[in-house]
């Protein structure tokens, strides 16, 4: 299922809504504002319609073919049009503000998203047409302890421990069991790491492995490990309520047993009929529970949990007990071997009673007649009786007899190793009262039976959606409660061996100890501590299976993955999977028909050592294929030891059971290739010649069915090169900032494009393509090259981005270099080609990257100490975010610090704004300091009208490039004569000037560059400005006098200009015949110029929000104008502009 959010409108506003605007930036709007004032009325009576962000789970087709997320952040229209844009400081910015919205507007609903849950809440709401009744959920307040350490505790100790522990031990040694429960425990250990950088890499919603793994790894592993882990819970269910019947009619009631014997040879079989009766009445019972009231159980866990803690504790009692004062538990040996003390009372074979020799209760077990003289059993005859004491205690030395294995064959005798005589096998009775194997045993049964015991691992990443801070209590509540359990149960198989007796220990049932629980004859105070206490926890255990095997079925259902199962997404009006109950319920009585603890559990243990397997793959893969939306919080993970928990899980399905281990792995093969062929049908080419061929056209057909998700998106770079006269890379740090930011990952295509025609241009196109591999080679980028012969550039570049890239394997984003002398260029395509590429790449949908000073760019030097700034302005998809991220995975930018700025409005509350973005930013996983700049609503200055007064007169002198030279001149003498007699006006009503100092850069003498030297000599006063900020920080612009401007305009001459061009700045017509829209763009260029420069002059890197070309096309120029103005003071600059959708995710 997929997360989305979801805007929903509150109060009806005036919006009035375009519907040609969904499709965001790719059409042009019919109509346009005036020139005059086009952006102002946004803002101020559209304000009524507040979205407000909640949090939406809906059932998701997997390839469903929709290219766009469902997002409020792009493309999101209407409803929050009203609240984006009000004022001059982003009037750069307003003409996209319908579709990417203002970062200040947004901040509160990225980080306070409502994280609904999948488990025990979802069934008590109601189904979606009742949403509007819905009441608030309250924000989950779990903490590490209660939501997952104790769950976690609860649900790895259990049924095993109790039942089985003690006979592993008895059986395995001491040294065995340690390896199998090392063994085991390394294994859930090694996963929990795994799934803890799964589990951190994002908010997890709940539903456990089944989400972090489909999300990780696909819907195929996703399905295949989400019903293999529901398959494992369903045993579980069974394990657990063999093992409560188990402990009822063994150790309880004994008495209640329906099937009752009269051969002794049939009592196996007799207790398994049983356990099938008792068992399918308890699985109804409980399933009756789970159906009529599932929060019961829940209310009950911590019941459940204390009776595992209290059993616990009752034994680490009874073991110091045994230092001091060993419980009285005798077990009767004849000869070396040991007697089930049910049928007599005394260990003795006669007994003397005033004075008269009578023979005992086991006498007659063993003889034909209580007489002396009877005819008795060879090896009753001929060996003694003794009595020893069962636990002998922690200071008895019995460690050393316990320390080695004793497997056997089923019906093999417990013997103590000591002298006995040896008799016929004729002595060898069925019948007689001898303690015996009843299986077979050997270290591997034993590893698949005690594996079980540390399954449970995750109930914590189950209750995530509960928890307050799932990141972290994840990690930590699970680890420490896989090193709690693994530490009680390696000092438990120490302990069992060093105070109980090793024959005892490998007595099942304790049919030597009058029918006590073994593990229960160590506690303190009483046997029955443990009795009641693995009773009810067993129980426990059972309703939790129960509760939560169907959720997760259902949870896979409403996927839709897995077709024939959608019909048990459905259940009650409240949301509970009633359908997934009742097959849970009936998988769960096959198990009980099995009716063998020792057989149920290892088929558990193949289902969740799948599950693990799966865990530990997903997190290796993520790991060395190094995704963009691989940022796990928990840090100590290394794909080695997923890579080694993988290994040792498939070790261990084998040890186990190696038929059992291909059953489980045939199931999830099969389920995986369902889930992947479902519904299609796959063309395997013409054999073995065709392989390599196939393989590719399958893998590109398999990449074009859907596009990727958001977590999966890095940026598929197309790079855009241009090329000397001698066809050589004129920016070749371009293809080395490609290489730092891919890493050797994903897709490149550098592109070029050269004039003519392909029929003449042939050879060079060749030519250039090998200096263009060469440069790749020499800046180690690893792609595609390609070069494009073209009538003209701008429809070659148009050609490479439409056509570059093959099916699935397309570009998403497009890289150039700023195109830094097109002011000095006559020709105006230097520019126009560069918009129309911004307005191609806009219509895409695709990103676009542009690098200001691209030659200043680290090459393979490893960057020291530094920064890079993201001024994160609007937001168009969360690109800013990624790039820094990417940079800094390699080693040039390693040690650069990122830090993120954005710019508050008058009626934004900063300091929300900041904690709200650095909350967002943990949900994201970055580390970056969090910095948000106050840019208030101030006037527009002296210095803004004059930019952009000059910046219109060049405009106009750009219009007559197309006259004659002499045409040309007289248009230019014209507009000077005009300027002048505008100026004397101005100068007889006493009004002031607003200039600005004129350091001008270097100039041609030729008459052509007579508009260029215009705006040169007035633009780069504002970086003079910025070069003395340090020093004078407040001298930010001035209002002058007319001495002023006279001084510094004399003061500043150039020697070599013509007479009638210094003239020229003379002009000063009336400001109010300026167009205001470009005044106030200039205003927001200059603003946020300040603002950047005074932060980031000294960054190693700054990443901003390119703004969108203007959409009447008259504008052009005045747009590189403004960019220019945006960018002055700053080295190294990496503009962003989005491609309309998400690219970044809190979610894993």
Not at 347 to 359: F, H, M, S, Y
Not at 594 to 601: E, M, N, P, T, Y
Request: glycine residues 8%; contains cysteine; proline residues 4%.
């Amino acid at each position: 299922m997929t997360e989305r959010f979801v805007v929903v409108p509150v109060g009806q506003g005036n919006c009035s809504g375009n519907d040609d605007e969904d499709e965001g930036l790719s059409q042009e709007p019919s109509t346009l504002p005036a020139a005059g004032g086009g952006g102002e009325d946004l803002g101020l009576d559209e304000r009524e319609a507040v979205p407000i962000l909640e949090y939406s789970r809906e059932p998701n087709k997997y390839g469903d073919g929709n290219p766009k997320e469902s997002s409020p952040f792009i493309n999101n229209t209407d409803n929050d049009k009203g609240t984006l844009y009000d004022g001059k400081n982003m009037a750069l910015f307003e003409e996209e503000m319908d579709s990417n919205p203002m970062v200040s507007s947004l901040l509160s609903k990225l980080a306070n998203y409502t994280n609904l849950t999948q488990g025990v809440r979802e069934h008590e709401e109601a189904d979606e047409e009742e949403e509007a009744k819905k009441k608030t959920v309250k924000s989950p307040q779990m903490g590490t302890f209660i939501g997952v350490y104790l769950p976690c505790l609860q649900n790895i100790l259990g049924v095993i421990l109790f039942l089985r522990m003690t006979w592993i031990v008895g059986t395995a040694g001491i040294l065995e069991s340690f390896i199998i429960v090392a063994m085991c425990c390394s294994c859930t250990m090694l996963t929990a790491i795994s799934m803890s950088a799964i589990a951190t890499n994002g908010v997890v919603p709940a539903g456990g492995s089944y989400y972090m793994i489909s999300r990780s790894l696909g819907p195929e592993f996703g399905g295949a490990v989400g019903l293999c882990f529901y398959l494992g819970t369903t045993f579980a269910g069974a394990m657990y309520i063999l093992g409560t019947i188990e402990i009822l009619l063994t150790y309880i009631v004994p008495s209640a047993a329906i099937f009752k014997a009269e051969d002794k040879a049939y009592e196996a079989e007799a207790m398994l009929n049983n356990m099938r009766v008792y068992g399918t009445c308890c699985l109804f019972l409980m399933a009756l529970v789970v159906f009529v009231g599932v929060k019961y159980v829940n209310k009950l866990a911590l019941v459940f949990l204390a009776c595992v803690v209290l059993s616990i504790l009752a034994i680490y009692a009874g073991v110091i007990k045994t230092i001091f004062e060993p419980p009285d538990f005798p077990v009767c040996l004849l000869g070396n071997r040991t007697l089930k003390n049910h049928g007599f009372d005394k260990c003795l074979k006669t007994d003397i009673i005033d004075n008269v020799t009578v023979t005992t209760k086991l006498w007659s077990l063993f003889c034909d007649t209580p007489d002396l003289n009877s005819t008795c059993n060879e090896y009753f005859t001929l060996n003694n009786v003794t009595a020893i004491q069962g636990i002998p205690g922690l200071t008895s030395g019995v460690i050393s007899e316990n320390m080695w294995s004793s497997y056997g064959h089923a019906g093999m005798l417990v013997e103590k190793t000591m002298n006995s005589v040896e008799a016929s096998e004729s002595s060898r009775d069925i019948n007689l009262p001898f303690v015996v194997n009843d299986i077979a045993t050997f270290f591997t049964l034993l590893v698949g039976i005690y594996f079980p015991s540390v399954t449970g691992i995750m109930a914590g990443s189950n209750r995530s959606g509960d928890l307050r801070d799932a990141q972290r209590s994840i990690p930590i509540g699970t680890i420490l409660a896989i090193a709690t359990t693994t530490i009680i149960y390696l000092s438990c198989v120490v302990l069992f061996g060093a105070c109980i007796e090793g024959v005892v220990l490998r007595d099942k049932f304790g049919d030597s100890v009058k029918g006590n629980l073994v593990i229960g004859t160590l506690s303190w105070p009483s046997p029955w501590v443990i009795v009641i206490g693995s009773f009810f926890s067993c129980c426990g255990a059972g309703l939790q299976s129960l509760t939560g095997a169907p959720r997760l079925l259902q949870a896979i259902a409403r996927d839709g993955i897995v077709p024939f199962l959608e019909v048990f997404g459905h259940g009650k009006a409240n949301g509970e999977p009633t359908w997934a109950l009742l097959l849970t319920a009936g998988i769960c009585e096959t198990g009980i028909l099995i009716a063998s603890l020792d057989a149920v559990a290892p088929i558990l243990s193949m289902f969740f050592l799948m599950c693990y397997l799966f865990v530990n793959l997903a997190c290796a893969l993520q790991t060395l294929l190094r995704t963009p939306n691989w940022r796990p919080r928990f840090k100590y993970y290394h794909w080695a030891l997923s890579f080694l928990g993988m290994s040792l899980c498939l070790a261990l399905m084998f040890i186990s059971s190696w038929y059992y281990a291909l059953v489980a792995m045939l199931i999830a093969g099969c389920i995986y290739k369902y889930i992947e062929y479902r519904g299609a049908e796959k063309e395997w080419g013409d054999g073995i010649r065709g392989l390599s061929l196939n393989a590719a056209r399958y893998a590109l057909i398999r990449l074009e069915e859907a596009p990727p998700h958001t977590k999966n998106w890095r940026p598929q770079l197309l790079v855009l090169l241009n090329l000397d006269s001698e066809l050589r890379v004129k920016h070749p740090r371009l293809l080395s900032f490609t290489t730092q930011l891919k890493a050797g990952k994903g897709l490149t295509i550098v592109g070029s494009v050269l004039e003519g025609t392909y029929l003449t241009k042939d050879s060079e196109s060749k030519k250039a393509e090998q200096n263009i591999k060469a440069a790749m080679t020499t800046e180690k980028t690893k792609g595609f090259c390609h070069v494009v012969v073209s009538s003209n550039l701008r429809d070659g570049i148009s050609h490479l981005i439409q056509s570059a890239g093959l099916g699935g394997m397309k570009h998403n984003s497009v890289l150039m270099a700023w195109p830094g002398s097109w002011k000095q260029s006559n020709d105006p395509l230097s520019w126009k080609n560069f918009i129309e590429t911004v307005r191609e790449t806009t219509a895409a949908h695709q990103a676009l990257l542009v690098a200001k000073n691209v030659d200043s760019f680290p090459h393979q030097d490893r960057l020291g100490e530094g920064t890079i700034d993201v001024w994160w302005i609007v937001h168009d998809g969360g690109m800013l975010m990624l790039l820094p991220f990417l940079l800094r995975q390699h080693k040039v930018w390693r040690k650069c610090k990122m830090r993120i700025f954005t710019v508050a409005q008058m009626d934004d509350n900063s300091i929300q704004m900041k904690k709200d973005l650095q909350m967002f930013l943990y949900h994201l996983r970055l580390d970056a300091e969090v910095e948000v700049v106050e840019m208030h609503d101030s006037d527009i200055s002296a210095f803004t009208y004059e930019k952009t007064l000059v910046m219109e007169q060049r405009s106009q002198m750009l219009k007559q490039m197309q006259l004659s030279r002499t045409e040309r001149e007289r248009e230019i003498q014209s507009i000077t004569d005009e300027s002048r007699s505008s100026i004397r006006r101005k100068n007889q009503t006493g009004a002031q000037c607003s200039g600005s100092s004129n350091q001008g850069a270097p100039l041609e003498d030729e008459r052509d560059n007579e508009a260029q030297l215009i705006h040169d000599k007035n633009t780069a006063s504002h970086a003079a400005i910025n070069d003395k900020a340090d020093a004078t920080p407040d001298r930010v612009h001035m209002t002058w006098t007319k001495e002023k401007l006279f001084t510094e305009r004399n003061r500043n001459r150039e020697p070599n200009a013509s007479m009638g061009v210094r003239d020229l700045f003379n002009m000063k017509p009336e400001w109010e015949s300026l167009n205001q829209s470009n005044v106030r763009r200039m205003h927001t260029a200059v603003k946020l110029n300040e603002v950047v420069v005074n932060k980031s002059q000294g960054a190693q890197l700054v990443l901003l929000n390119m703004p969108g070309p203007p959409r009447n096309r008259g504008g052009d120029e005045n747009y590189m104008e403004f960019l220019e103005v945006l960018l002055e003071g700053l080295n190294r600059v990496l503009l962003v502009r989005g491609g309309g959708r998400e690219v970044i995710t809190i979610y894993s």
